[in-house]
């Protein structure tokens, strides 16, 4: 089985320019939700979908992010323009509805702002 | 207020033995999951175990058994027989109705395992 899959791993680009992160969640998850992880903040929500609606973007750090799910089986997070402090493994997960679902989460990407 | 509290930053362990990773919790809803998430040097987040607030038997999984002790609010991971694999980061973290799904981490341990 196909797990969350996360494009791409790894993203070196310079500070000002345009950042896109993709998301295939697992076929069949109604939520997916977008994370960020840093050594100072730790694991942070940024983002949840609930059937491909935004639910809450209250973790969304500013208005440079934003984030999409244009149907089931894809979102993207964007950052626009990037900054160096936006440096972070930003972490895709998918889940059923119920308090006895785990999330799955891709392998993440890892993104560096220079 | 926290919802997950993991006291322990770090631990070490001695290869083959067993290590207990304390969480507790802190919910008003009757019904609740606890989850255990491993994050390894590499950097993914596997999901290891799961507690149901009503499962009268603390779960098992492989090498992985969770203490859970509902009135104390506690969800401690042990882990039996521990392998150099098994270093990594552990998180904690529970989901809740009231919550809508979203998962609440804690602040997570490291073990690292000593051969």
């Known amino acids: 089985d196909a797990g969350v899959i996360q494009s791409p791993r790894h993203e070196v680009t310079e500070m000002g320019q345009e950042v896109t992160l993709r998301c295939k969640p697992i076929?069949?998850?109604?939520?997916l939700f977008w994370y960020r992880q840093t050594m100072m903040r730790g694991l942070e929500l940024l983002i949840y979908?609930?059937?491909?609606?935004?639910?809450?973007d209250s973790g969304m750090p500013e208005d440079r992010f934003s984030a999409k799910m244009p149907n089931a089986s894809f979102s993207t997070l964007k950052i626009q323009p990037s900054e160096p402090r936006d440096s972070a493994v930003y972490f895709c997960?998918?889940?059923?509805?119920?308090?006895?679902?785990?999330?799955?989460f891709g392998d993440g990407t890892r993104l560096s702002i220079l | 207020a926290q919802k997950i509290t993991q006291t322990q930053p770090g631990m070490f362990v001695q290869e083959k033995e067993a290590v207990t990773l304390d969480c507790t919790y802190d919910?008003?809803?009757?019904?609740?999951?606890l989850f255990w998430y491993k994050q390894p040097s590499s950097g993914e987040m596997i999901f290891l175990i799961y507690?149901?607030?009503?499962?009268?038997q603390n779960a098992t999984e492989g090498r992985y058994s969770l203490n859970f002790q509902k009135a104390r609010k506690s969800a401690n991971l042990v882990i039996s027989a521990s392998q150099l694999g098994d270093s990594a980061m552990y998180f904690c973290?529970?989901?809740?109705?009231?919550?809508?799904?979203?998962?609440?981490f804690g602040a997570g341990t490291t073990v690292t395992v000593r051969a």
């Open positions: 997960a998918s889940s059923f509805r119920g308090q006895d679902q785990p999330q799955h």
């Open positions: 076929s069949g998850h109604d939520y």
């Open positions: 979908f609930n059937n491909n609606v935004p639910i809450d």
């Open positions: 919910t008003s809803d009757p019904s609740y999951g």
């Open positions: 507690q149901g607030s009503y499962d009268q």
């Open positions: 973290a529970m989901r809740e109705i009231s919550n809508d799904y979203k998962l609440s």
